[in-house]
């Protein structure tokens, strides 16, 4: 059954084969796009800024009025998204900042309880962030107003940390670019972009006959291009699935519920070989960009010359890699689906991601296996899906989930072949383990707070009896 409710899916439209005076237009497109985005990001990324990134239109009014539009020749159908993008890429980049600095602030073992309930309060409010940063005058939050605090003594301390690890961005790929709707139309089986010249539109053939009429993305491949295309879909609700599952994502498994199945078994093996596969291939190019600079340096342009035209380039380097992407991604959306079928699940509930105080692993091949991790991606599938499925999905705390036995709740022992318990004995997978730890920690969770429901429910009657 389908209910009304839709949800947002990006599908892939590709073009035929394009001339190079096409592919040449696009490139210009994408590296103007590029030189508006670094023009708002050296404007407007700096702390002077931080409380006027909304609403975003006025930004968009002063980069009009700037002259840089007019300067590069940008058709506003590509000009605009370029503005929106950027800020909200500055946007994002002060959001990260302030996790960063709130991570720190947990930390830090000088700062009492309300030096810290004051610079949380004034990390989440822009206006009063921006005047601290800016040394300005600023309203009292009502949340910090009766603290007993050192006011200067924190707003250094935000500075500081400020200064210390806010980084600007910068637009580093020249290939991609957006338009708004009125920037294209279609006609004969191409999409007609919106060229330099006023009334004339360059047609880019397309492989299928979808048609869009919201924003689209531009990716420049090598003699063709992609589109993203943002697609309206249903949501689909099932009235057969009814249960809730519990369940551990892994590393080398995908999942593990607490009853014991298991999908994507192979996930961690599929990584790991080509984590080993890109380690050596990566020990090899190393060494031929050696003698690439041992030729140069030692006169002789011929070898030089054959090592880079033979062995530097990318193109089948990336090809390959993005192939073995691709295919981990199959798969693990092939797993999601294969879960869903076979469990029914109404609610699904998994731990929330673990973020405070990562720290940088001390093996280069740890960092690279951490790096080809899927379990991001693995985690925004499980949502998406879920909520084309009208499915439940709940992140509770992982605090305990791991190290305590799910089976009489003593502190157990981690070891790589499994868990055990030297208290009453239990042992299976740490995976296994940590599934039924969720079940019981949510469950225990939804006791409480059916408790504390029926006491309030309780106390009203009484009250209303007397």
């Not at 910068?170 to 330099?196: D, H, N, Q, V, W």
């Not at 080993?276 to 002789?300: C, F, H, I, P, W």
């Not at 990336?318 to 092939?334: A, M, P, V, Y």
């Not at 991790?373 to 009208?390: Q, S």
Request: net charge positive.
């Amino acid at each position: 059954m389908s209910s009304e409710r839709t949800i947002t899916k990006t599908i892939w439209q590709y073009s035929e084969t394009l001339p190079e005076s096409t592919m040449e237009f696009l490139r210009g497109i994408a590296l103007d796009y590029s030189k508006v985005k670094n023009y708002v990001y050296k404007r407007y990324s700096g702390i002077k800024s931080l409380g006027r990134l909304t609403p975003v239109f006025d930004i968009m009014s002063e980069v009009r009025h700037s002259g840089i539009r007019a300067q590069l020749g940008l058709p506003s159908a590509y000009f605009d998204p370029a503005i929106i993008e950027a800020v909200a890429d500055i946007k994002g980049m002060w959001g990260m900042l302030k996790k960063r600095i709130g991570t720190l602030i947990t930390v830090n073992e000088n700062l009492g309880d309300a030096d810290r309930i004051y610079l949380r309060t004034v990390l989440k409010l822009d206006k009063i962030y921006a005047a601290v940063l800016c040394h300005e005058q600023y309203e009292m939050p009502r949340k910090a107003e009766k603290l007993d605090i050192d006011v200067e003594h924190l707003n250094n301390l935000l500075r500081r940390l400020t200064r210390k690890y806010l980084s600007k961005p910068e637009a580093g790929s020249t290939e991609c670019f957006s338009m708004t709707p009125s920037g294209y139309t279609y006609k004969s089986g191409a999409i007609c972009l919106a060229s330099r010249t006023a009334g004339k539109r360059i047609p880019l053939p397309l492989k299928d006959s979808k048609i869009c009429d919201r924003q689209i993305r531009v990716c420049i491949k090598k003699d063709y291009v992609a589109l993203a295309i943002p697609l309206e879909t249903k949501i689909r609700k099932h009235r057969d699935y009814a249960s809730t599952v519990y369940i551990h994502i892994g590393y080398q498994d995908m999942f593990t519920l607490s009853n014991g199945n298991v999908y994507g078994q192979s996930l961690g093996d599929m990584t790991s070989l080509e984590t080993q596969r890109l380690t050596v291939k990566n020990k090899e190019r190393a060494v031929m960009r050696a003698a690439y600079r041992q030729s140069v340096e030692s006169g002789d342009r011929e070898r030089a010359g054959s090592i880079e035209s033979n062995n530097l380039g990318t193109q089948k380097y990336d090809r390959r890699k993005e192939k073995e992407r691709s295919k981990t991604q199959s798969f693990i959306n092939t797993e999601i689906n294969r879960m869903f079928a076979s469990e029914k699940p109404q609610r699904i509930v998994i731990t929330k991601p673990i973020t405070i105080n990562k720290t940088k692993l001390p093996s280069k091949t740890a960092n690279r296996n951490m790096t080809r991790n899927f379990n991001g991606y693995v985690r925004e599938r499980l949502a998406y899906k879920c909520r084309l499925n009208a499915i439940e999905l709940v992140e509770i705390n992982s605090k305990g989930t791991g190290v305590l036995c799910s089976c009489c709740g003593a502190e157990g022992v981690r070891r790589p072949d499994g868990f055990r318990c030297p208290s009453c004995g239990y042992q299976a997978s740490l995976s296994l383990n940590g599934a039924k730890n969720i079940e019981s920690k949510y469950n225990e969770g939804n006791y409480i707070k059916s408790n504390n429901n029926r006491s309030n429910i309780t106390t009203e009657r009484k009250q209303k009896v007397k």
